[in-house]
């Protein structure tokens, strides 16, 4: 079982649909991260949580650390989101501890 | 700011071939990290350093080399290329792992092994 899953694999929406995309993880983490992957192959950081809720103009991205699941909200979606969304956990600090852990990403396709 | 730079952004080879991928980052950033993502399969850390002097395994070392000789370079050596290898490679930076701090990553390096 991976150590980081990600749920759907893919996911067709209409613009203007309210998503998500979530991520369960199975060890324990100092941080977790969302990364957005352009159709042309560039990877960005949207978000880097530790706990609680952060939100970036129509993104909000949540963690439960009890539950081990985090959750990437799109309000108001576009074409121009259509990327793979990527999960990644942070086991602890410095070291291999301080490494990444990725989730194989969600395809996210928005339709006009 | 340039950010992660990495060359060449393509390259075929043949098997058995040798080639580096070079990645230099202008952030001064004291960790950087080679990854290769394959089809339907999430990244993957080859190596790592977390500055200069200073490399280590990642989870997929084997066939793959590393250096990292100042701050700002981090090559990334195939010596006897295989099929197997035939990925995109990201190289990434960070200014740490214990912070709040994230991982910047370059465009990516698409490689075939034929």
């Known amino acids: 079982k991976n150590e980081v899953e990600q749920s759907p694999q893919n996911l067709t929406a209409q613009e203007g649909e309210f998503i998500t995309i979530n991520c369960s993880y199975s060890?324990?983490?100092?941080?977790l991260h969302w990364l957005q992957q352009h159709p042309g192959g560039g990877i960005v950081s949207l978000f880097m949580?530790?706990?609680g809720k952060k939100k970036h103009g129509r993104l909000i991205a949540t963690i439960n650390i009890q539950e081990k699941h985090s959750s990437l909200h799109i309000t108001a979606s576009h074409p121009r989101d259509s990327a793979v969304y990527i999960c990644?956990?942070?086991?602890?600090?410095?070291?291999?501890?301080?490494?990444?852990?990725f989730g194989k990403g969600t395809k996210l396709s928005v339709k006009p | 700011n340039a950010g992660v730079t990495q060359t060449p952004k393509f390259r075929i080879l043949k098997i058995g071939q040798s080639m580096t991928l070079q990645c230099t980052q202008d952030?001064?950033?004291?960790?950087m990290y080679w990854y290769r993502q394959d089809p339907g399969m999430g990244l993957k850390l080859i190596y790592y350093?977390?500055?200069?002097?200073?490399?280590d395994k990642g989870e997929v070392p084997n066939g793959y080399n590393v250096s990292r000789s100042t701050t700002e370079d981090f090559p990334l050596r195939l010596e006897l290329a295989a099929p197997s290898q035939t990925s995109v490679y990201f190289c990434?930076?960070?200014?740490?792992?214990?912070?709040?701090?994230?991982?910047?990553f370059g465009d990516g390096t698409r490689l075939s092994i034929l």
């Open positions: 949580l530790s706990s």
């Open positions: 350093s977390v500055g200069a002097g200073i490399t």
């Open positions: 952030m001064n950033h004291n960790y």
């Open positions: 990434a930076s960070s200014l740490d792992t214990y912070s709040n701090q994230p991982q910047h």
């Open positions: 990644a956990v942070r086991r602890g600090y410095g070291g291999s501890q301080g490494n990444l852990i």
């Open positions: 060890v324990g983490i100092s941080a």
